[in-house]
């Protein structure tokens, strides 16, 4: 236990040997450190507050209501208190916020009423890249999020809508067009003329928004490349989505809708072009609108849904759910069932000996449920057991699906009971751990990084320090 502290000892005594620091040599510079300013407690406006700012500052405004249409052309975070409370209203006299530099955050603000014009946007990011919208409210503005040419930018945990009975004159949600690497997660989406739209794309992903009673769920326009549209529930819209050339360009090519689920939308996509890919050759999405059946037991449907001129070749028997589980690494955990499903949780029972996956279900009680599980092998490993409302004896055609492989397991089970009410619990192995020798490897890999970048730390510090030195 002692040699890896020892190793590192070494190293920080060496660098100081080579690199010695006068104390008496260290200046702090303050105007180096980022600060936040206050609004209106110390500028009246938020442009004003934007305009003293310097890189890496925060702009903090608490709550009120603003009557601006701001520029941010530095690289700052602009925090509101309460996106309830703190509301930028544009007077409907054009984009809100406009977004022209590269590593901006937007969070905790309301924004609403631009006005209707083809470009007006609640928050506009155009040629500028890693920028974060999170967590904000866009309430009746004409394109509600839009990025425009842009790269590794996240669109994450926003509401958006229009006010209630607006559609179809309301707002277009989210539109991606000419990004790159660009993410749209976990976002509510209401009351558009379309939910997500996709315009020229590239390696973007749609992941896990809650998108209805919009005219169309999501929408692809071409050209659009190798885009991920995964575990989004889009229900109760005019059309599930629509995938359609423009400018007459044709190009869609690999763009994977997978694990979504299309509930009581009035009509199925608009369908104009091929390119898209509706499974990941396990599973596919779930379909209100599918009546197939599933006679092998598996959860997934015995013959394709067809989309449009393409094919959904494993339509889910139920609704797709997707659970994150971090114990020290992150994992996934998939599930499939028609119930309700709350309170999942991840545990160890039996002294550490077993690990517990635990959820509640709700059905109708009066026929068969079914729920199809995929489990990371390193998070519960077989051999498995499921007990439903205590007792393992109910769960007659519990079964590991040939799916499964070295690192995932996939599992059916079915369950009768005349309650309708339920608790699952499904129990493994430990997880697995990988060989001392991998931990060796690693270990001394980590010393090797944190060795070079603990010279490189003292270097730099040791450069600075001259220079500040010099000038003062």
């Given amino acids: 236990m002692k040699k890896p502290f020892l190793a590192s000892f070494t190293v920080l005594l060496l660098a100081w040997l080579l690199f010695p620091v006068n104390s008496g040599e260290l200046r702090v510079s303050r105007a180096a450190l980022p600060s936040t300013i206050h609004v209106p407690d110390e500028y009246g406006t938020i442009q004003e507050a934007i305009n003293a700012a310097a890189p890496g500052d925060t702009v903090f405004v608490s709550e009120g209501l603003y009557y601006e249409r701001v520029v941010v052309n530095k690289s700052l975070a602009l925090v509101g208190e309460d996106r309830e409370t703190t509301v930028v209203d544009g007077q409907n006299s054009g984009t809100i916020i406009q977004i022209t530099a590269d590593n901006v955050r937007i969070t905790g603000l309301k924004l609403q009423h631009t006005g209707w014009k083809w470009g007006w946007s609640g928050i506009k990011v155009t040629n500028a890249n890693n920028c974060e919208i999170k967590g904000n409210f866009l309430f009746h503005t004409c394109h509600q999020i839009r990025l425009e040419s842009s790269r590794e930018s996240e669109i994450i945990g926003n509401i958006i809508s229009a006010p209630n009975g607006s559609f179809p004159h309301s707002a277009y949600g989210i539109r991606l067009e000419n990004c790159t ?9 209401s009351n558009n003329i379309g939910g997500v739209h996709l315009e020229n794309a590239t390696d973007c992903a749609v992941l896990g928004n809650y998108i209805f009673q919009n005219g169309q769920g999501v929408r692809l326009y071409s050209p659009c490349l190798f885009n991920r549209i995964a575990a989004n529930t889009i229900y109760n819209n005019t059309y599930d989505g629509m995938i359609e050339a423009m400018r007459l360009n044709q190009t869609l090519r690999s763009n994977v809708f997978v694990h979504n689920n299309f509930v009581n939308n009035s009509k199925p996509f608009i369908f104009k072009v ?88 709700s059905d109708d009680g009066k026929e068969p449920h079914f729920c199809r599980i995929s489990i990371p092998r390193g998070l519960l490993n077989g051999p498995y057991t499921v007990a439903v409302d205590g007792s393992e004896e109910s769960n007659t055609t519990l079964k590991e699906l040939p799916p499964s492989n070295n690192t995932q397991a996939f599992l059916y089970f079915t369950y009768n009971s005349t309650n309708s009410l339920h608790t699952v619990m499904i129990s493994g192995g430990q997880d697995i751990q990988p060989p001392l020798a991998i931990y060796a490897v690693v270990l001394a890999a980590l ?17 600075k320090i001259e220079e500040e030195t010099v000038t003062s």
């Fill in 181 to 189: 690497s660009c993410v749209v997660l976990n976002n509510t989406i």
């Fill in 274 to 361: 091929t390119g898209c890919v509706w499974d990941d050759g396990k599973e596919g999405n779930y379909w209100t609108r599918y009546n197939g059946s599933d006679v092998d037991h598996d959860g997934i449907g015995d013959t394709p849904y067809n989309v449009g001129q393409e094919r959904d070749e494993h339509p889910l028997m139920g609704v797709y759910r997707s659970y994150n589980v971090s114990r020290g690494a992150s994992y996934v955990v998939g599930l499939v069932c028609k119930a309700s499903v709350t309170g999942f949780s991840f545990d160890t029972a039996d002294h550490g000996t077993k690990n517990v996956i635990t959820f509640n279900l």
């Fill in 447 to 463: 010393l090797a990084v944190s060795s070079v970048a603990a010279i490189l730390l003292i270097r730099r510090g040791r450069k």
